[in-house]
């Protein structure tokens, strides 16, 4: 990826994305500070410690989702250490938000009177889902945040996974989230190993897929991720081909989602741009040497 195009996405993302996303730009490619990302993520928050608010461009509610939540758990991740009170107040919201079993819906049903894409507000299925549980229970782990939520899901996960016959693809990138970074790692591999011609078979090897498709890349969205073993080195490189081919002219990428409401696309695009730049750094993809985040820890 040349200096042209990264220039170009640079020039997208401050001309379309929110400021959610420029802020996060800034940090992930300037050596910008964290603490706009930090200062603009409050404004999502709420005082039950989930988020909502329009995190999730999906979502435009103000009550906490889990779905809302996750991404914000996402957001927080890139910046390093996770702030023990948003954790705990993340998990506080958990508990409340969780079925007995563990497990969480992507959304409750108050999403039915809020704006909301679709699939969301018509949705009558509010039972424990796999794909939410374990990305959230996964970037936990990984920040070290300890609570019984964190446990009793992580317990659901397992029971899950172990149980698993089928699966499809965004839960295949929930599930090998979960499985890089659970303590457990005798039994995360073992899982990966049992469950790789599963995540394989619903995963869109081909690198001009079009349509809502997922990509080796947004499961081994870097060279050391558990689900790299997966693919073979010429299919995570003509995927990288295809993602560099796939920048517009105007520097951005499209948001594969289905279109629902012209604001949601727009900022969906904004975060797919940052998605995509950020794994083709993580391969080396990107020519310019740009500054890496400043970490806190």
């Known amino acids: 990826m040349t200096w042209d195009s990264y220039r170009a996405a640079e020039h997208f993302t401050m001309r379309s994305a929110r400021l959610l996303d420029r802020h996060r730009f800034a940090y992930l490619f300037q050596s910008g500070p964290a603490q706009p990302v930090h200062t603009t993520l409050t404004a999502y928050r709420n005082l039950d410690g989930g988020y909502g608010n329009g995190i999730d461009p999906d979502l435009r509610g103000h009550a906490s989702q889990p779905a809302s939540t ?41 999403v039915r009177y809020t704006q909301a894409a679709p699939w969301y507000q018509h949705t009558d299925d509010f039972s424990s889902r796999l794909d939410t549980t374990a990305m959230i229970t996964g970037l936990l782990h990984k920040r070290n945040i300890t609570h019984p939520w964190r446990d009793h899901a992580t317990a659901y996960c397992w029971k899950r996974i172990d149980a698993l016959h089928w699966t499809n693809a965004h839960e295949a990138v929930s599930i090998c989230s979960f499985l890089q970074h659970v303590p457990d790692r005798a039994r995360a591999v073992s899982a990966m190993n049992h469950l790789a011609h599963r995540i394989r078979a619903v995963i869109d090897v081909h690198p001009r897929a079009t349509g809502h498709v997922h990509t080796p ?54 975060m797919r741009t940052i998605q995509r730049l950020r794994i083709l750094r993580a391969y080396g993809r990107l020519q310019p040497d740009l500054p890496r985040p400043r970490r806190s820890v």
């Open 217 to 270: 890349l947004d499961l081994a969205c870097h060279p050391h991720h558990i689900a790299r073993p997966l693919f073979t080195d010429n299919e995570i490189e003509r995927n990288l081909d295809a993602f560099e081919e796939q920048q517009r002219p105007d520097g951005g990428w499209d948001a594969t989602w289905d279109h629902w409401d012209t604001a949601a696309t727009i900022e969906r695009e904004g």
């Open 70 to 110: 996750e991404v914000a758990l996402r957001y927080l991740d890139e910046l390093g250490a996770l702030p023990e009170h948003l954790g705990n107040g993340i998990c506080r919201y958990l508990t409340t938000a969780s079925n007995d079993d563990g497990g969480l819906p992507a959304v409750l049903p108050n």
